[in-house]
């Protein structure tokens, strides 16, 4: 099974058969295959030098594993100051009281400030030079990060890094979710969207490994950690300007047959991409005023402030349960692999089901389950330590499943990019809770942060709740609908998943 995701095998007589006992799943309601003879505008047949199986896995090999690669080096290098912090960072750089945090929360300013601006760039400046630039030049602020003296310059390289940073995991969702069929998409999303847990796992162990550099060159361990890693990002940053793949409609790696037959199988499922328009300020607006997209914005927040809460001071409670720097670092390493082949468990099942909302509910209340766990038990350090791997098994599969479940469901590139980078910006306001959740003053026993978390995982479960009722809702309503085949293909296109012939995944 090439890169092991399987699930596109299916022969264009079985997807037919799904069609047509499944009429409302493929996004735009119809009885017709989504491959096959050309029989509408809708799609085309697929090149007869390919077949849909091999032309979706050529996708995945040339596709996802940068991005993966890219992101896993975006997420290494933003939370590599917590394994940076247990070899002390704030001791040598005198930090007090909340500094650190504040440190840490400066970040999600242009984080999140940029979100929006900076996949409207992507569409115009192509994702192949869009990305590469700020992959080179988040890592260099990495390396300075390495470098500084004092409490100002670190908050000016943090500040800097999120500037950089801002478009690699809205942008790297947008760039996926235009090549990839609703029904085929959840295993790639979330293989792509576990390089966090991978990053986690392979950031301990590095970690582990640089900090016996602890005064090679008369630089400590913490600085060698960001030095190296940052150096590691710009080399990569310069090998895939070559290497990221643009939109399949510019894709030089694919014949014009081959764009075609992408660009059509997705429009097959999600109606036209609207591509060649530019997005206006009345399409954001009218994207922004759709309140399914402002609950999706909500279920991202409150994942996001366990997640973060987590990925960022995962070593600090590790090293509460009384383990040496080095084997703070070594720990830390099993809950984000089993997190990872948790993630991609569920993401098979769901792609399985074609179904997103009880694997997302189900997830969200294993995290819950392994938070409350750390909020009452403070003297067993097996079972605290039992319930990391809840947390990270519970946010990190439902982060994925939630995200590929909303952008999968917006039709075309204008409500696409616009909503996707909604959703992950206002999401990340949560990092700025997150990073003042869990205070020295609260060590060791972070009640206070395992409420918090608690809290927040809670509003996304409810906001899940509420975004999977109103795709249900639609779907229903639209199903009563008399009149509305009567719309032009232009006028479907500029309604993206607002066109009353769509179906929302559920």
Known sequence: MPFGFGGSEKKSSDESQYAQNYPGENGYHHDYPPTGDVDSDLHVACPSTTTDSQMTRRIDIRLIPVLCILYLLAFLDRVNIGNANVYGLSKELGLKNVEYNTALVIFFAPYILFEIPSNLLLKKFK???????????????????????????????????GVFETGMFPGCFYLIGMYYRRAEAQKRFSFFFSSTTLAGAFGGLLAAAIGKMDGAANYAGWRWIFILEGALTVIVACIFFFVIPDFPEEAKWLTSEEKTYVVARLRADQ???ARERPITGKDIMGVLSDYKVIVAGLIYFGLIVPAYGYAYFAPTIIKTFGYSPIQTQLHSVPPWAVAFAWAMFLATMSDAARHRWAFAVGSILIGIAGFAILLVVHDNRSVQYAALFLVTMGTYSAMPI???????????????SVGSAWQIGFGNIGGIIAVFAFLPGDSPKYVKGYAICIAFIILAI?????????????????DKMTNSLDLTEDQKMELGDMSPDYRYLL
């Open 127 to 161: 994702p192949h030079i869009w990305l590469a630039a700020n992959m080179f030049m988040f890592g260099l602020v990495t390396v300075l990060q390495g470098l500084v003296k004092s409490y100002s310059g670190l908050l000016a390289t943090r500040f800097f890094l």
């Open 271 to 273: 109606g036209h991409s």
């Open 462 to 478: 409810i906001a899940c709740m509420v975004y999977g009722f109103a795709c249900w809702s639609a779907n229903k309503t639209r």
């Open 402 to 416: 939630t995200i590929c479940w909303f952008n999968q469901n917006l039709g075309g590139h204008h409500r696409r």
